[in-house]
Structure formats: C-alpha cells, structure tokens
Antibody
Framework: QVQLVESGGGVVQPGRSLRLSCAAS????????IHWVRQAPGKGLEWVAV????????FYADSVKGRFTISRDNSKNTLYLQMDSLRVEDTAVYYC????????????WGQGTTVIVS | QSALTQPPSASGSPGQSVTISCTGT?????????VSWYQQHPGKAPKFIIY???KRPSGVPDRFSGSKSGNTASLTVSGLQAADEADYYC??????????FGGGTKLTVL
C-alpha cells in the first residue's frame, strides 16, 4: 500500500544537527513533490519545506530557511531533511507528506518522527 | 507567513451539522483556489479530507464538504458521528511555493 515512513528523530542539544529520512513505498516516488510538516507539542501543524518531484526546486518556511535543507534520492525512494543549528523551538513531530498533482494539498502522510531539542 | 485563523473549538450533537471557518487574506485563501482540510485524531497523523476548496479524495464520505467566500474557507461536517470528533486543520497555498496552515479547530461531538 501507499506508505511513507519517517525515521531519524531523537534528542539533540541546541546548536547541533540531525538528519531525518522518509522512506516511500507503494507509489512512483519520482512523480510527486514531497513536503515536511511539523507539529510542536500541543500545537498546530506548521509547513516546513517542499521539494519538487525531480529535486530541482526546494522551498522553505521562513522559520527554517538557512538552517534546514530538504533533499531526495529518487533511486532510493527516500526524502531527507537535514536540520542544522537546531533550536529549542524546533522541538516537534516531523511528518513527511506526499503532495498532490496540480496543487499544494498533501494526500499521504507518514506516522511522524519526534525531534526534541534540549 | 501568518497562520490562517480558525476557531479553537466547535461542537455539535450526533446527526447535526457543524461548520468550521478558516480565515486568511487575499495573499492566501482569497488569492487561490487551493485550500485543503485535514482531520487529525489524537496521537495520529493528519488525514486528507478536502482539496481544491471543495473536492473530496476518494474514500472520504460526502458528509464532508468545503467552500470558500472571499478570504474565508469553510468545512462543513453534516450528519455528525462520534468518529468525527477530532482536530481539523485548513491549509492554503500562499504564493511563492509556500503553504500556510490554520491553527486548528477541536471538534467535539456532544
């Protein structure tokens, strides 16, 4: 079935780095843009970044611009989020989500991976 | 980008209808027909229930419907069921390849 599975979360000190992964299966990964969305404890959803289907374009929320890097390896059906200079306020569950064609909705979500910056 | 504005809570009795609003600006909700809605149960990932303002993905019951007027989008849940109790989030394309979410609305089925 169509599935996204995140990994790589953990506890990290402020200022350090962490890399998240998102493994896709059950669909043609290379045909879809993929988003990262996060949710701080007890808070709402916050869009983080998107990468186009072929990796040619990447866009970021202002809150992470210059610190986070989204990338993908279509040969491995895997999405990444390199998070540098982490801050306490980056603490959240991080979800990867498949973008729909022709819009910015997200139709398939992973189960999330937790990042704690402390 | 500023978050879209949603009421923190909404409620209704089983069988009734409830509407949740999502207010933005002409730079997001009002400027594009690209509003989506998500349902999130506690401890779970969000579920995609509306896209393109008023389109339902396959498998989503027609009890869920979306609309938009000006800078405000709305989600209506009709024939409320206990399973509809969840948090609901709107999102909109905000230009320059950015997406903005609403703050979320907790729907209680009385």
């Amino acid at each position: 079935q169509v599935q996204l599975v995140e990994s790589g979360g953990g506890v990290v000190q402020p200022g350090r780095s962490l890399r998240l992964s998102c493994a896709a299966s059950g669909f043609t990964f290379s045909r879809h843009g993929i988003h990262w969305v996060r949710q701080a404890p007890g808070k709402g959803l916050e869009w983080v970044a998107v990468i186009w289907y072929d990796g040619s374009k990447k866009f970021y929320a202002d809150s992470v611009k210059g610190r986070f890097t989204i990338s993908r390896d279509n040969s491995k059906n895997t999405l990444y989020l390199q998070m540098d200079s982490l801050r306490v306020e980056d603490t959240a569950v991080y979800y990867c989500a498949r973008g729909i064609e022709g819009g910015y909705g997200m139709d398939v979500w992973g189960q999330g991976t937790t990042v704690i910056v402390s | 980008q500023s978050a879209l504005t949603q009421p923190p809570s909404a409620s209704g009795s089983p069988g009734q209808s409830v509407t949740i609003s999502c207010t933005g600006t002409s730079s997001d909700v009002g400027g594009y027909n690209d509003v989506s809605w998500y349902q999130q149960h506690p401890g779970k990932a969000p579920k995609f229930i509306i896209y393109g303002v008023n389109k339902r993905p396959s498998g989503v019951p027609d009890r869920f419907s979306g609309s938009k007027s000006g800078n405000t989008a709305s989600l209506t849940v009709s024939g409320l069921q206990a399973a509809d109790e969840a948090d609901y989030y709107c999102s909109s394309y905000a230009g320059s390849n950015n997406v903005v979410f609403g703050g979320g609305t907790k729907l209680t089925v009385l």
